[in-house]
C-alpha cells in the first residue's frame, strides 16, 4: 500500500530505535535534530519521505515535555514532506496516568497529548501497556496496543520461582495480578491496599490475600518515584513473603526510585526497555527488551497484517 517502510528515531531512545532497525534488518532513518539556544527544537528529514510508510519511535518519558514536542514536531515534518502515512511509535506513553477527571478543576492530560499527536498529522499509534487500556478510546487514530508480557513472562519463568504468589500493589492492578498468575501457572494471586498521599507519597495499609511464607512477584506497569513499590515490598516482607520479586514494564525512575529500590527488601526488579535508564543503574535491575516486540508490530502493520494474532494469550495492563 505504501512505498517503503523508514524508521526514524527522535532523541529519547535512539538504543531501542537501532535494535528495532536490527530486528526488521533495516538502517534507521536519517533526520536532524537540533535545538535552538531558547530551547525550540527544530528538525530536518535527510530522507525522500514522499509516499514512504514513517515510523517515529520515541517514548515520551522524561525529560516528558521535550520528548512530546520532539515527537509532535518530527510528525508534523513527515506530514510535510508528504510521508504516505505516519506512525507515532510511543513504547511509553507519558500523562497518561490523569486519565479521568477524579476531583473538579484538574486537566484529562492523556486526552490532552492524545488530541495533539492526532492533530500534529499522526495516522496511527503503536504503544505498549497503556496505564489504562481505555486511552486508546482518546485517539480517533487507530492504537496499537502491545503487551510487554511476551517480553517479561519468559524471563519470570526461567527465575524458576518456588511457591510463587502474584501481587498487585493496587485495586487497579488486580486484572494484571490475576493475569500474570494464570499465565504463571495458575498461581495464586493478592493485593496491596495502597492510599496515594500524594504525587511522590503513598501509604499501604493492607494485603488482601496470603503471603505468608511465600515467594512474591510484584507486578505493575510502571515504576516512578518507587513509592508504591517499595512501601508494597515492605508490607508483603512484614506480612511473612520470603523473597520479592518485582516486574514492571516501564521505569520512569524518577526523584527517589532508585534509593528506594535499593533499600527495599527486593531480590530484583525487572523491567523493560520502554524507557533508556540513562545510567539509573542499579544491581538489582535486570532489563529485558521490547526491540522484537515492537519489530514485530511494525513488520505487521507494514504488511498490513494482524497485530493483535501476535498477542494473542498474552497478558496487559
Ligand atoms: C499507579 O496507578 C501506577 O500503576 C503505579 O503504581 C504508580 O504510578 C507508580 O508510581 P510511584 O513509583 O511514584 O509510586
Not at 517503503?4 to 531512545?13: D, E, K, P, R, V
Not at 522524561?62 to 514536542?69: E, I, K
Not at 500523562?95 to 488530541?115: C, H, M, Q, S
Not at 501497556?129 to 517480553?151: E, K, M, N, R, T
Request: net charge negative; charged share 25%.
Amino acid at each position: 500500500m505504501y512505498k517503503n517502510m523508514l524508521i526514524f528515531s527522535g532523541t529519547a531512545h535512539p538504543d531501542l530505535t537501532e535494535e528495532v532497525c536490527d530486528h526488521l534488518g533495516k538502517p534507521r532513518a536519517k533526520v536532524g535534530i537540533e535545538y535552538f539556544p531558547d530551547g525550540e527544537v527544530n528538525v530536518k528529514v535527510h530522507e525522500d519521505v514522499r509516499g514512504s510508510d514513517v515510523f517515529i519511535v520515541q517514548p515520551t518519558c522524561p525529560p516528558v515535555d521535550s520528548n512530546l514536542m520532539e515527537l509532535l514536531v518530527l510528525i508534523d515534518c513527515m506530514v510535510r514532506a508528504s510521508a504516505g502515512r505516519v506512525s507515532a511509535v510511543i513504547p511509553y506513553y507519558g500523562y497518561a496516568r490523569k486519565d479521568r477527571k477524579d476531583e473538579g478543576r484538574v486537566p484529562i492530560t492523556a486526552k490532552l497529548v492524545a488530541n495533539m499527536i492526532t492533530k500534529a498529522g499522526a495516522d496511527r499509534v503503536i504503544t505498549i501497556d497503556l496505564h489504562a487500556a481505555q486511552i486508546q478510546g482518546f485517539f480517533d487514530i487507530p492504537v496499537d496496543h502491545l503487551y510487554a508480557s511476551p517480553a517479561l513472562l519468559p524471563y519470570l519463568r526461567k527465575l524458576d520461582i518456588e511457591d510463587l504468589v502474584v501481587v498487585g500493589p493496587d485495586v487497579g492492578s488486580i486484572k494484571l495480578a490475576r493475569a500474570y498468575a494464570k499465565r504463571l501457572g495458575n498461581i495464586e494471586f493478592a493485593i496491596v491496599d495502597k492510599r496515594r498521599i500524594d504525587g511522590g507519597r503513598v501509604e499501604v495499609q493492607n494485603v488482601i490475600g496470603n503471603v505468608e511464607h511465600k515467594n512474591v512477584i510484584l507486578v505493575d506497569d510502571m515504576i516512578s518515584t518507587g513509592g508504591s513499590i517499595s512501601e508494597a515490598a515492605q508490607i508483603l516482607s512484614d506480612k511473612g513473603a520470603r523473597k520479592i520479586y518485582i516486574s514492571t514494564t516501564h521505569p520512569v525512575l524518577c526523584g527517589p526510585a532508585l534509593e528506594r529500590l535499593d533499600k527495599a527488601p527486593v531480590e530484583q526488579v525487572v523491567v523493560t526497555n520502554t524507557i533508556p535508564l540513562n545510567g539509573k543503574e542499579s544491581s538489582k535491575i535486570h532489563v529485558v527488551s521490547v526491540a522484537p516486540l515492537l519489530a514485530k508490530a511494525i513488520d505487521h502493520i507494514h504488511r498490513n497484517e494482524s497485530v493483535s494474532g501476535l498477542f494473542e494469550g498474552w497478558v496487559g495492563s
